[in-house]
């Protein structure tokens, strides 16, 4: 307990999976946390847990893919509590089906990128901005081993391969500030965004060349899996860490 005590933490996609079990964590150590989602019932749902919990929480309705909403995201927390202390980009999307490059869909394209890239490089030009005036603060991104290794759609491991490579360009940018930035890669997640994917819409070979480089009958990460990773990277504890990109899969890919 404690770990996180008198932090100020945003976390994107606050309203349900990882980011909804981070948020419940890190206002259990501590942590005053701002969520953010575009969905307000959902988001709503998870501030009401936290403090029924004793936390302390900003539900915020924001789409971070818009470059004002993130800079209004950051500015709403300083607003309420008067600093960034940590920065949770987990918002993100699936592509539908695991569409490979030679099957590449440009609306999937520009909506995956929109969300999962753009929308995490917003946030962090934001709270690094407010990070730089008090000379300490963690970023933390859920990237994916599909990042990594490449098993995913094209579009969804561009926008995960560009989060890692803006990770370790973020922690170079501010090494020896006190501004760290780590990426947490995770395998499958059992969370409603996975479980609502339509196997009848896989590709197939696609589907099939991810087989040949995973396990799959290696057990799935649960959201609390993740958060606790999270955790770890957003403390203190981890302090000496930076730039570097965690594979969460419990061995799956090795």
Known sequence: MGRLQDKVAIITGGNSGVGAATALLFAKEGAKVVIT???????????????????????????????????SLVAKA??????VDV?????????????PIDRLNDD???????????GT?????????????????SIVNVASVAGVMGCGGAAYVSSKAAI?????????????TGIRCNAVCPGTIVTPMVAGMNPANMDADMFGQM??????????CMPEDVANILLFLASDESRAITGQALVTDFGGTL
């Not at 920065?87 to 569409?99: D, Q, Y």
């Open 78 to 83: 300083v607003e309420a509590y008067g600093k």
């Open 121 to 137: 490089m917003y946030c962090m030009r934001a709270a690094t901005a407010e990070m730089s005036k008090t000379g300490t603060g």
């Open 87 to 99: 920065l949770v980009n987990n918002a993100g999307v699936l592509e539908e089906g695991l569409k």
């Open 37 to 71: 989602a575009r969905r307000q019932p959902q988001l709503e749902e998870v501030a009401a847990k936290i403090r029924e919990a004793g936390g302390e929480v900003l539900p915020v309705v924001s789409d971070i893919s818009k470059k004002g909403d993130a800079d």
């Open 108 to 118: 999937d394209l520009d909506r995956i990128l929109d969300i999962n890239t753009k």
């Open 164 to 176: 890692i490579g803006v990770t370790k360009h973020t922690a170079l940018r501010f090494a020896g």
């Open 211 to 220: 087989a040949k480089h995973s396990d799959l009958k290696v057990q799935p």
